[in-house]
C-alpha cells in the first residue's frame, strides 16, 4: 500500500537554531517526492522537488535530501526564522498515484 | 501570489445544501487539481483534470462532483452538505497532467462552513 510518513508530528525550536524533518515512503514506482511548506490557513507552497536521480536539493535555508535505496527524505532548515512556523508536508508521487504525509508542524519561538 | 485564483473565499451555508467552489489556474496551465483539509488534517486529494477530461480520482464522496470547462477553469459541486463537509477546499493547477517535475501550484483556498 502506497504510503506517506512523516516525523515529528509537531516540533518547537528557538530562532535560530537548525532543524530536520522526516519523511518516509512506500510508494511505488517511485517519481518524484516534494517538500511543501503550508502557513495556517494558506495554500501550500513548494519549496523542492526532486526525482529518483537526485539525492539533494536546496532552496535558500531549505534543503531537502532524498534516499532512494531506503524511501527517505529529510528537510532541513538552517538559522529557522519565525516565518519558518508553519506545516511543512511531504508528497511522494508514482507516475498515476500521489500520496500526502500529514505533515510536521513547526513552531519557531523567538 | 501563485497565479490560481478561487471563489468564494469564504461560504457558510447549511446541511443539505448544495455549494460551487470555482478556480481559475495558471495562465497555460492544462491541470487543475482538487483538494480538501479539513481542521488540523491533512490534505485530501479529490480530483484532478486535464485538459477537461477527468484525470485521477482520489477520495472523492459521491455527493461531490467538479467538471473543467474548455477555458479550463474548473468548478466543484458539493451537494447534500453535511457537517463534516466543512473544511478549506483548495485548488492546484500544473502545466501538464503527469510527469517527474509536473509542479502544482496551489491557490489560497475556500473556506467552507457548514452550520
Not at chain 2, 88 to 113: K, M, V
Request: hydrophobic share 30%; proline share 4%; with cysteine.
Amino acid at each position: 500500500k502506497n504510503q506517506v510518513e512523516q516525523s515529528p508530528q509537531s516540533l518547537i525550536i528557538l530562532e535560530g537554531k537548525n532543524c530536520t524533518l522526516q519523511c518516509n515512503y512506500t510508494v511505488s514506482p517511485f517519481s518524484n517526492l516534494r517538500w511543501y511548506k503550508q502557513d495556517t490557513g494558506r495554500g501550500p507552497v513548494s519549496l523542492t522537488i526532486m526525482t529518483f536521480s537526485e539525492n539533494t536539493k536546496s532552496n535558500g535555508r531549505y534543503t531537502a535530501t532524498l534516499d532512494a535505496d531506503t524511501k527517505q527524505s529529510s528537510l532541513h532548515i538552517t538559522a529557522s526564522q519565525l516565518s519558518d512556523s508553519a506545516s511543512y508536508i511531504c508528497v511522494v508521487s508514482a507516475w498515476d498515484d500521489m500520496r500526502f504525509g500529514a505533515g510536521t508542524r513547526l513552531t519557531v519561538k523567538p | 501570489d501563485s497565479g490560481v485564483t478561487q471563489t468564494p473565499k469564504h461560504l457558510i451555508t447549511a446541511t443539505g445544501q448544495r455549494v460551487t467552489l470555482r478556480c481559475s489556474p495558471r495562465s497555460g496551465d492544462l491541470s487543475v487539481y482538487w483538494y480538501q483539509q479539513s481542521l488540523d488534517q491533512g490534505l485530501q486529494f479529490l480530483i484532478q483534470y486535464y485538459n477537461g477530461e477527468e484525470r485521477a480520482k482520489g477520495n472523492i464522496l459521491e455527493r461531490f462532483s467538479a467538471q473543467q470547462f474548455p477555458d479550463l477553469h474548473s468548478e466543484l459541486n458539493l451537494s447534500s452538505l453535511e457537517l463534516g463537509d466543512s473544511a478549506l477546499y483548495f485548488c492546484a493547477s500544473s502545466p501538464r497532467g503527469q510527469g517527474a517535475l509536473n509542479e502544482q501550484f496551489f491557490g489560497p483556498g475556500t473556506r467552507l462552513t457548514v452550520l
